[in-house]
């Protein structure tokens, strides 16, 4: 789970399958910063096991992502949303 921000309406969920998160654009802040597909494919290279991991980002919108405390209340939401579709997705499995 992570804060995401693409444009959508700040609480909006996001998930991203696997492929898609293999296929995310690279964008690097320096020559020792990794992107998260970066880190799972050489994660998949020095565990080859882990080929048959298949993962999946679930995400909550924001308006912003800035040092401080608390959430706004649209994003309080989305967790609350999140965690119950979170918990359903483990007890189906």
């Given at each position: 789970?992570?804060?995401?921000t693409s444009g959508a309406t700040p609480?909006?969920?996001?998930?991203?399958?696997?492929?898609?998160?293999?296929?995310?654009?690279?964008?690097?802040?320096?020559?020792?910063?990794?992107?998260l597909p970066e880190s799972l494919r050489?994660?998949?290279?020095?565990?080859?096991?882990?080929?048959?991991?298949?993962?999946?980002?679930?995400?909550?919108?924001?308006?912003?992502?800035?040092?401080?405390?608390?959430?706004?209340?649209?994003?309080?939401?989305?967790?609350?949303?999140?965690?119950?579709?979170?918990?359903?997705?483990?007890?189906?499995?």
């Amino acid at each position: 789970m992570d804060a995401v921000t693409s444009g959508a309406t700040p609480g909006t969920l996001p998930r991203v399958g696997h492929e898609q998160l293999l296929q995310e654009p690279q964008h690097h802040a320096s020559a020792h910063t990794l992107s998260l597909p970066e880190s799972l494919r050489w994660l998949e290279l020095a565990c080859p096991e882990l080929a048959s991991v298949r993962y999946e980002l679930w995400g909550i919108e924001v308006a912003t992502a800035s040092c401080g405390e608390g959430l706004s209340p649209a994003v309080a939401a989305g967790v609350e949303r999140l965690l119950a579709e979170m918990l359903r997705s483990l007890a189906s499995r």
